[in-house]
């Protein structure tokens, strides 16, 4: 698995579903096909990144991100 924002491979498992880039210090959720991108905020709270990765244009970006990975 790769990070869809910084190309980065070091991902970390935080949950289940869950994902953390230590190259850009993002948190990746997993659920079946669909993958959603947060920031995390100074106090711990996460903001969404998902209107920045976004329908066609991001999966033609991205080809190699799979939820099963």
């Known amino acids: ?3 869809p924002n910084c190309n980065s491979k070091d991902i970390g498992k935080i949950g289940s579903h ?5 190259g850009c210090f ?4 997993v659920n079946g096909e669909k993958m ?5 905020e100074e106090d711990g709270t996460l903001s969404s990144l998902d209107d ?11 080809p190699h ?3 099963s990975t």
Request: charged letters at 15%; a negative charge.
């Open 18 to 22: 869950q994902y953390y880039c230590w």
């Open 52 to 62: 920045l990765f976004f329908g066609e244009e991001f999966s033609q970006d991205f």
């Open 36 to 40: 959603s991108v947060f920031q995390v």
């Open 65 to 67: 991100i799979h939820a």
């Open 26 to 29: 993002i948190e990746l959720t």
């Open 1 to 3: 698995m790769r990070c």
